[in-house]
Nanobody, 123 residues
């Protein structure tokens, strides 16, 4: 059974940083692209960033470029999202997502996602 479990969310002031983690199980992690998605209240699910199976290729949504960094540890079956210079507009539930191939991106092409972790940016 494929499982994705996110952690690391919380409340941070504007300009602060957070690192989200996603521990996975139930599949051969290195074979699949992974990503992060987010959904703010009243808004559609939004793609944030992706990384390919071996970790050499990354891609970011425009709003995430230069502030967020996606990485993975294939020995630990985990994927991470380092977020810096957070803004209240970044407030959302963040989801870890698995893609059905070695690389994928977008908010509608994943095949499994986790339950999410809440990030609130507020003073």
């Amino acid at each position: 059974q494929v499982q994705l479990v996110e952690s690391g969310g919380g409340v941070v002031p504007p300009g602060g940083s957070l690192t989200l983690s996603c521990v996975t199980s139930g599949f051969i992690f290195v074979r699949y692209g992974m990503g992060w998605l987010r959904q703010a209240p009243g808004k559609d699910l939004e793609w944030v960033a992706s990384i390919n199976g071996v970790g050499f290729t990354t891609k970011y949504a425009t709003f995430a470029r230069d502030r967020f960094t996606i990485s993975r540890d294939n020995a630990e079956n985990s994927v991470y999202l380092q977020m810096n210079n957070l803004d209240p507009e970044d407030t959302a539930t963040y989801y870890c997502a698995k893609y059905p191939t070695g690389y994928g991106f977008g908010s509608s092409t994943y095949d499994v996602r986790g339950q999410g972790t809440q990030v609130t940016v507020s003073s």
